[in-house]
């Protein structure tokens, strides 16, 4: 990795955290258990599986790095907490079609963020993308979007505003590891969904899919998007989060044979090749 430029590092974490969650909804899909279980064990198991991580590696260190974080800490930690629940509820009082294409809008908040507060203006190619890619979701999702319930779009909004925010603040101080903060902020999503959770008990075949959807898609994942935006600009790590839009489904498909849309094919195809050229063209310039 001490070989690569920023740029090749920042893409690398970006995809390969993308790759790690596009199997999530499927592990949803195949669990059974209540949606406030769901969240407590996505911030619980994170929670425990990271802290001890990096306790085996930082050791006293890692409570120096979470101190040391300082005002951005407590932003992410904030804001890294509301960003999940507030998805877990956006679903639960929306379209699912309408939270994610408020989540499509992340790297166009992210965009306007960084150039106000960073002064890091997006170049042309871009702004482009991040069109493409916007009006892409839109297209997958148009069929499914209806007039729901105003709370639960703002809070897709909310959702989408937060992973901007995140990703700028990370972005902001860059010298700094704000994992730390991240597994803070796991801790107060469980401890949230104590309030509302109906029962713990995890059985059949839950057992081994929250645990392994846990560790998996959502542990790893967030060590990576917690880092990469310390390489490149907070925009270009949002847009690859859009992949997953398209490799979900094909992951219920291949499974459990839940054919996608032809919509979600052909918008996916466009986010895909999009992403793809930008991230060829920033690479090749870096």
């Known amino acids: 990795m001490k070989s690569l430029s920023d740029q090749k590092k920042g893409s690398l974490l970006a995809f390969v955290a993308v790759m790690f969650i596009t199997p999530d909804s499927l592990f949803i899909r195949l669990s059974n258990i209540d949606t406030w279980g769901l969240v407590f064990y996505r911030g619980a198991i994170p929670f425990f599986t990271v802290l001890i991580g990096m306790l085996i590696i930082y050791r006293a260190e890692f409570f ?88 639960g779009d703002l809070l897709g909004l909310i959702t989408a505003l937060g992973l901007a925010i995140g990703a700028v603040t990370i972005r902001s101080a860059k010298k700094k590891n704000l994992v730390p903060a991240a597994v803070v902020g796991k801790l107060f999503v469980a401890v949230f969904a104590m309030f509302f959770i109906e029962t713990y008990a995890l059985v059949e075949q839950d057992m081994y899919i929250v645990p392994l959807m846990c560790v998996m898609c959502v542990a790893i994942p967030f060590v990576m998007v917690t880092i990469a935006p310390r390489f490149i600009p907070a925009e270009e790590v949002n847009l690859f989060f859009l992949l997953e839009t398209i490799i979900g489904p094909f992951w219920v498909w291949m499974v459990i044979k839940e054919q996608p849309s032809i919509e979600t094919i052909t918008g996916g195809a466009v986010i895909i090749f999009t992403i793809a050229i930008h991230s060829f063209i920033k690479l090749k310039n870096s």
Do not use: C
Not at 110 to 130: H, R, V, Y
């Open 64 to 151: 120096k790095m979470l101190l040391s974080s300082g005002r951005h800490g407590i932003i992410y930690i904030a804001t890294f907490a509301v960003t999940n629940v507030a998805f877990v509820v956006s679903i639960q009082n929306t379209n699912v079609a309408n939270t994610l294409v408020m989540i499509a809008m992340a790297p166009m908040l992210s965009a306007i963020l960084g150039a106000i507060f960073l002064k890091e203006m997006p170049d042309n190619k871009t702004w482009i993308a991040i069109g493409i890619t916007f009006i892409a979701a839109v297209y997958i999702f148009y069929d499914s979007l209806q007039l729901g319930n105003i709370f």
